[in-house]
């Protein structure tokens, strides 16, 4: 199958501002791309240049085949809808709709149905009548879809859709467009600065700072094994524990040792990775490092902790502490004994462990 | 015991507040008679005759009301040799300011559309330029647009006075607009751009219906500025195309004998009376385009 958007070699500047630098992504029909990063980082600046609503400086942008690079938005055969919802202020929500149908001189006949295909899919019946001033956040915000999918598009593009709504609002509306990419089979690229998002909607993300690409892959892959320092920190919420660590070759595998301000160093044994450089930065996820009861997976050892500061989270609670001279965040069990000020017994678990360098924040493993 | 002392204080400093908001109301009735003085002036004098005026007294009623000096000054009065009252420069001023003003406020819409939302190279230099052309005084230009009225061939011409006022109306004109439309957001261009609409179906479709409030306040701008105009309309104009500032003053300059008080008040009531017009109906809708924008939301 021939990719639905491939984007070669890309570049973006305003002067002498270079805002993206030599992007390649490429994804397949019915693929959910998610472009996720810190504000500035150019993901917005991307998704306008596939829009065609921005000019790009180099490279080119491919839309199923056909060469999208100096075609304009109407002829790129897309749909977008924005983090404003965008909607024509003086017009019904039944014309808003039915605008670009209007404006390309679909028939009343066809523009009728496709009103009534929409409205009744995203369930907007009662409001067509109505302005978008008289329409809550989330109503809005269904209008926009609508607007979007009643084009039927090769490609539908969000620029942070749902950033706009309180926060139940936004997981309702969260489930629903992943239900209506399921449903519908559709490609899609998603930009959001919010990591969980990326993480629920997406098929593939592509997590971007400063204008660069720093890794393309499955939510899993992402989670699991980040390139860099940067999408370790990211992605995940609380963050991944990043902790300077010394490793040395021993018997059965690696000794990983980790300074503590007080009392003797934490030593763990990773049986899986081997020759490590001696300095490392150990990158161990929150729920890795757990109560030893609940964990009878055999990579993981049990170690004394001190205990800062515990935050109960509902389903589970947090314990912080200071490990190699950081903060370091485990995940425990919501009834357990940990607290504040006094020691613990933890469990790490190295199975899914990952190791950067200091000086360059790459993965070595 | 402190209950009353407290209600006693109370009620005190109620009845201070009430002495004060009289004092206040009081003062503010003394400007606005001071202020209404000279129209009421204009207004008894124009229903005055001559005689009553010449022995009378000039805050007093009249005591015999009298249309005669509103008749001679709408269609008698005379400038120099010709004696057709106001009534042919009323209307060389409607010809004059209503195409005026609706070309500088449709081209000025169009300009602050595009300096707003089709940002190209140098967007903000012309639009700085043409900021700075609101700030030149009408005197300095007089004579370069004489000779460029002269060059069109619309010297004296009604059609040469609308072509002026729509320049020198422009500057403020895509001022108003633009400051508005900047205030639009620019995913809506975009979401249109997206939906197939070009550079003039976005601003029919989407701008123009929203810009109701701004373009009733260039409206009365405009008309305002243009009808008053005495500069350019006795400068580019030759007789039979003058408007009725210039009329106005012509009738009240050129008479000789006796000074008709009456028909100057009724003849610069008269001249007046257009702009009261707009602000009275236009005002309205201003005040309900304001409202209209703000739960807008």
């Known amino acids: 199958m021939s990719p639905i958007l491939e984007i070669k070699n890309l570049y973006k500047s305003y002067g002498t501002t270079e805002i993206l630098k030599d992007i390649n992504v490429s994804i397949e029909p019915g693929d959910f791309l998610v472009l996720v990063g810190p504000s500035g980082c150019g993901k917005s600046t991307l998704l306008n240049c596939i829009a065609g609503l921005e000019p790009i400086t180099g490279g080119s942008v491919n839309i199923d085949g056909k060469d999208m690079t100096h075609v304009s938005p109407k002829d790129r055969d897309i749909a977008m809808v924005f983090q404003s919802y965008a909607l024509y202020p003086t017009m019904s929500v039944a014309k808003n709709i039915t605008f670009g149908m209007k404006v390309r001189g679909v028939d009343q006949a066809t523009q009728d149905k496709k009103l009534a295909q929409v409205a009744a899919q995203l369930q907007i019946e009662p409001l067509l009548n109505r302005r978008p001033g008289q329409l809550s956040g989330g109503q809005r915000q269904r209008v926009a879809m609508g607007r979007a999918l009643v084009r039927d598009p090769k490609l539908f593009l969000f620029d942070e859709p749902l950033s706009n709504l309180d926060a139940k609002l936004r997981v309702e509306m969260r489930s629903e467009i992943k239900s209506l990419h399921h449903n519908l089979g559709a490609s899609m690229v998603y930009v959001t600065h919010d990591q969980i998002e990326a993480m629920t909607l997406a098929t593939k993300i592509v997590v971007m700072k400063g204008g660069v690409i720093q890794q393309i892959g499955s939510p899993a892959e992402i989670y699991n094994r980040p390139a860099n320092l940067f999408v370790a920190d990211f992605m995940g919420s609380p963050a991944m524990n990043l902790i300077p660590a010394k490793a040395h070759s021993a018997d059965g595998g690696t000794r990983i040792e980790i300074t503590r301000k007080s009392g003797e160093p934490i030593v763990l044994t990773d049986t899986k990775n081997r020759d490590l450089p001696e300095d490392v930065i150990l990158g161990v996820r929150p729920e890795d490092i757990a109560d030893p009861d609940l964990r009878g997976a055999e990579a993981a050892q049990a170690a004394e902790c001190l205990i800062d500061m515990v935050e109960p989270a509902g389903a589970d609670t947090f314990a912080v502490m200071q490990l190699g001279g950081k903060h370091v965040t485990a995940r425990l069990h919501a009834e357990t004994t940990a607290k504040p000020g006094q020691p613990k017994r933890l469990s790490f678990d190295l199975g899914k462990v990952s190791y950067f360098a200091p000086e360059t924040g790459l993965r070595l493993n | ?297």
């Open chain 2, 1 to 297: 015991m402190t209950d009353i002392s407290m209600t006693s204080a109370q009620s005190q400093s109620q009845t201070g507040k009430i002495v004060l908001r009289w004092l206040l109301y009081i003062a503010l009735g003394l400007f606005a008679l001071f202020y209404l003085m000279p129209l009421f002036v204009m207004i008894t004098t124009s229903l005055k005759s001559l005689d009553e005026i010449r022995t009378g007294d000039l805050i007093a009623l009249p005591r015999e009301v009298t249309f005669d000096a509103w008749r001679t000054a709408w269609s008698g009065a005379c400038t120099g040799i010709q004696c057709e009252g106001v009534r042919p420069y009323f209307w060389n001023s409607i010809l004059i300011a209503i195409p005026a003003v609706a070309i500088s406020t449709l081209l000025g819409a169009m300009n602050g559309y595009v300096v707003a939302h089709w940002r190209f190279r140098g967007a903000n230099i012309i639009f700085s330029l043409m900021l700075f052309g609101c700030f030149i005084p009408f005197q300095v230009v007089l004579l370069p647009m004489a000779r460029t009225l002269g060059i069109m061939g619309i010297a004296g011409t009604i059609p040469g006075l609308i072509f002026v006022h729509v320049i020198y109306g422009l500057g403020f004109t895509t001022l108003f607009f633009r400051n508005y439309y900047v205030t639009i957001p620019s995913e809506l261009t975009k979401a249109a751009k997206v939906d197939g609409a070009g550079f003039f179906r976005i601003f029919w479709s989407i701008f123009l219906p929203l810009s109701l409030p701004i373009i009733v306040v260039t409206v009365i701008w405009q008309f305002t500025q243009i009808w008053n105009d005495f500069l350019f309309g006795v400068s580019f104009s030759q007789a039979g195309t003058q408007p009725v500032t210039v009329a106005l003053n012509n009738i009240v300059n050129s008479t000789t004998g006796v000074k008709e008080y009456n028909v100057d008040m009724a003849a610069a009531i008269i001249a007046a009376l257009p702009t009261l017009f707009v602000y009275v109906v236009a005002g309205k809708y201003f005040i309900r385009g304001l409202t209209a924008g703000s739960v807008k939301g």
